[in-house]
């Protein structure tokens, strides 16, 4: 038992911690990281301190968040975006609870195809040629916080 008053505002506040601590089980779930690994040789500052090269990662990240409204892929969710590198994951939402991984990876798949067809849509009015790299993997996850 704490001592001092500092020592029982600690303790209670680990208890207060403890409680909100929680775990998720999923039986399948997916996951997705798309990156442009060429946008950093495009990234400069020399043009307006590189708002011009932000503007068109936010334009690009910006139609890959639209992508997802579609109803096909309403099992993906954004997680997110460090970067040029976009991270979503199928399976999370309890409405998909019984789905298959095959379904989760379909999912996963189509938009990954679409992500490429909009970037290549990006480059056609950009003039420029990005490239993307996409992993994607699904499998039983647990979640603890």
Avoid: W
Avoid at 34 to 53: K, L, W
Avoid at 71 to 98: F, H, V, W
């Amino acid at each position: 038992m704490p001592s001092s008053a500092f020592e029982l505002n600690l303790f209670l506040l680990f208890t207060l911690f403890l409680q909100q601590l929680y775990a998720q089980s999923y039986a399948s779930a997916g996951v997705l990281f798309a990156s442009i690994p060429n946008f950093a040789n495009f990234y400069s500052e020399d043009v307006n301190n590189g708002v011009e090269c932000i503007r068109l990662l936010n334009e690009i990240i910006f139609d890959f968040d639209q992508l997802l409204e579609d109803e096909r892929y309403q099992c993906i969710e954004k997680i997110k975006t460090i970067s040029s590198t976009y991270m979503a994951a199928s399976g999370l939402n309890p409405r998909d609870k019984g789905k298959t991984e095959g379904y989760l990876l379909n999912a996963l798949v189509d938009f990954a195809l679409s992500m490429k067809e909009a970037l290549e849509d990006v480059n056609t009015h950009s003039f420029n040629n990005f490239k993307m790299r996409i992993g994607k993997r699904c499998f039983l996850i647990k979640i603890k916080f």
